[in-house]
């Protein structure tokens, strides 16, 4: 008679329990769950932070360009004969200056990192009756000979920096980027039926600078740099690009400003494949330019 109550005193136990329990979440206010945390890629600068190109996420570049150029050519033929060592804005008639658009791109992923992507395109052509014989890759062009040349350049850059010292006022860092380099030489003489091209692409590795310092509300100042150099069995070359600048901050997403820019490349391949000779071309100039940020 007595196996019952322990089973049924279990069961009451238990309901109790449940009971307070359930009275107990009732009156208790329920749990906050804590929000996400926001990221901080591409965001808008955080308020109450003066805009600068220090708290801009994202920001685009047009510039005009108006380099002067400086080209050393030398197209060696395919058997790794060399050719004739040219200047190219003397002897084959290429214009020593251009007028050219530019464009840049900046993404600032996370706080203390940046990603630039610049490209820059060049290309000229030349007219002249030659006053020398000279041999131009696997042609030999004679002297009086009508030579139509043309060359074509385009440099496409990708950086990341990371900034060490970043500041409202002041922003320093370092990093590496790769240069892609792209360069196209063509000539002929139509009277004799002579033609001529070569063509080229390399990858230049870069260690790079970049500083930013806000002089006052709509005033900073910019600079960067970026080299690199080698030196293998067939091939040696160097690579460097500079800039400076002074923005003005017209409006909170927009500013416009003056710059200066130098690029210069120097190559030299004995590859029977790949742009055989020498190619040494400065182009630096002053740049007018917008910019577009948030």
């Known amino acids: 008679m007595r196996t019952w109550l322990a089973p049924a005193a279990t069961l009451f136990v238990l309901n109790a329990v449940a009971g307070v329990a359930l009275a107990q979440e009732a009156t208790d206010p329920q749990p906050q769950r804590a929000a996400p945390p926001q990221r901080e890629l591409l965001q808008p600068p ?7 190109p220090i708290t801009d996420r994202f920001a685009l570049r047009v510039s005009y360009f108006h ?12 058997l790794a004969v060399p050719g004739t060592t040219l200047k190219a804005e003397s ?12 464009m840049e791109m900046v993404f600032r992923l996370r706080e203390r990192n940046r990603l630039r992507v610049d490209y820059l395109k060049l290309t000229r052509y030349g007219d002249k009756v030659l006053t020398q014989t000279i041999r131009f890759g696997d ?30 006022r002041f922003e320093a860092g370092a990093g590496i980027g790769i240069a892609l380099l792209e360069a196209h030489a063509r000539g002929e003489v139509v009277a004799r039926n002579l ?8 990858p230049f590795p870069t260690v790079a600078l970049d500083t930013t310092w806000r002089i006052s509300k709509r005033f900073s100042f910019n600079a960067r740099g970026q080299t690199w150099s080698a030196q293998r069995s067939s091939f040696s070359g160097s690579m460097a690009d500079y800039h400076a600048d002074i923005q003005y901050r017209w409006a ?12 210069n490349i120097n190559a030299e391949s004995e590859s029977t ?3 055989p000779g020498k190619f040494d071309q400065d ?10 940020s948030f």
């Not at 002897?91 to 530019?102: E, H, Q, V, Y």
């Open 46 to 52: 955080k308020k109450g932070r003066q805009a600068s």
């Open 273 to 275: 494949k790949n742009l």
């Open 252 to 263: 909170r997403n927009f500013a416009f400003g003056l710059g200066y820019s130098r690029l």
């Open 67 to 78: 380099p002067s150029i400086d080209t050393t050519l030398r197209l060696d033929q395919s």
């Open 139 to 168: 042609q030999i062009f004679t002297v009086s000979d009508r030579a139509q040349t043309s060359l074509d350049y385009r440099n496409l850059g990708l950086t990341w920096t990371y900034s060490f010292f970043h500041f409202d």
């Open 91 to 102: 002897d084959l008639g290429m214009p020593d200056t251009a007028n050219l658009a530019r």
């Open 283 to 292: 182009v630096s100039g002053p740049e007018l330019f917008i910019r577009a």
């Open 195 to 202: 033609r001529e091209k070569q063509d080229g692409v390399a």
